[in-house]
């Protein structure tokens, strides 16, 4: 690559969002049901204003992908409605941050 530099810059910084991730009371979790699926941030997460993403990326339909906001409730929790995701198998990519710290995650989910 070219830009080698700016790469691997990028890749140490997931590199340490994901250890900042790690080292939460909690995972991540993901929950689907009948309404989507609901993303599930730990406790300390609560109450506090979070920015990132959540990237469902399917890697075989790009067409597929979908990017949401991350706007969870009071309750630590985030609802990606079930209209809103295309059935399929999906690598889920959360980037965040609360305040000066980020934090990154990556789950497998095949959406129903």
């Known amino acids: 690559e070219s830009d080698y530099y700016a790469t691997e810059l ?3 910084q997931e590199i340490d969002a994901s250890k900042n991730a790690q080292s ?12 989507g699926v609901i993303v599930h941030f730990p406790d300390e997460m609560k109450n506090k ?15 597929s992908d979908r990017q949401f906001q991350i706007q969870p409730d009071s309750d630590g ?3 990606i409605p079930a209209t809103e ?12 941050k609360d305040a000066d710290t980020k934090y990154y ?8």
């Open 85 to 96: 995701l295309p059935s399929g198998h999906f690598f889920v990519k959360i980037n965040w």
């Open 49 to 63: 204003k979070l920015e990132g993403t959540i990237l469902f990326y399917c890697a075989y339909d790009r067409k």
């Open 24 to 35: 939460l009371s909690t995972p991540v979790n993901l929950e689907q049901n009948e309404k």
């Open 10 to 12: 990028r890749y140490q």
């Open 105 to 112: 995650m990556e789950k497998q989910l095949s959406v129903l």
């Open 77 to 79: 929790k985030q609802l």
